[in-house]
């Protein structure tokens, strides 16, 4: 089976988990949304992930998702995020995929996330700085700023078994 998983992100964080994630398969090309547009069809598995800012789907990732929604629906399909407020998850997952989106797929999951102000640039930098300051003073615990490999490797056994399925 041959697995995409195209990722959208800003500073690091997103990256690091699509090629967690994409150590769980044997045949998969990561492919970075920011920089170019895959063809799907080719591939029996096709997941996308996102950093989410400010509550939103990356643009490249959603006009992924938009664009090739045809192509995509007759796919195993996957979805993950990268978000730090773990609480917050389902409330962002609802907002930026519906209801029939997320019932298409055969994963969809938040991965957590991870604060790196050196990987950042300007504004983004300057607030990564102090929230990550004020995150480590403990005046904030329901930012978990770390990947969940645990997530990542159940979300990974998900999407074997629904490929599997599908090629039964």
């Not at 990561?30 to 096709?46: F, G, K, N, Q």
């Not at 962002?92 to 298409?104: A, G, K, M, Y």
């Not at 403990?138 to 990542?152: A, E, F, M």
Request: proline share 4%; net charge positive.
């Amino acid at each position: 089976m041959d697995v995409l998983i195209a990722y959208a992100g800003k500073s690091g964080t997103t990256k690091r988990a699509a090629n967690l994630l994409a150590s769980r398969f044997p045949r998969v090309d990561v492919i970075d949304l920011c920089e170019r547009t895959p063809d799907p069809s080719r591939y029996a598995v096709v997941i996308v992930g996102s950093a989410i800012r400010i509550g939103r789907v990356m643009k490249p990732a959603a006009d992924f998702l938009v664009n090739n929604w045809e192509v995509l629906q007759k796919k195993t399909l996957g979805v993950f995020i990268c978000n730090a407020y773990l609480e917050q998850s389902e409330k962002i997952l609802q907002e930026n995929f519906s209801v029939e989106f997320r019932q298409t797929c055969a994963a969809v999951d938040t991965f957590g996330g991870e604060l790196h102000p050196e990987n950042c640039r300007g504004f983004d930098k300057i607030f990564a700085k102090a929230y990550l300051n004020y995150v480590r003073r403990g005046r904030d615990s329901s930012v978990q700023p770390v990947l969940l490999t645990d997530r990542i490797r159940v979300f990974a056994d998900r999407i074997k078994e629904a490929a599997e399925a599908r090629e039964a």
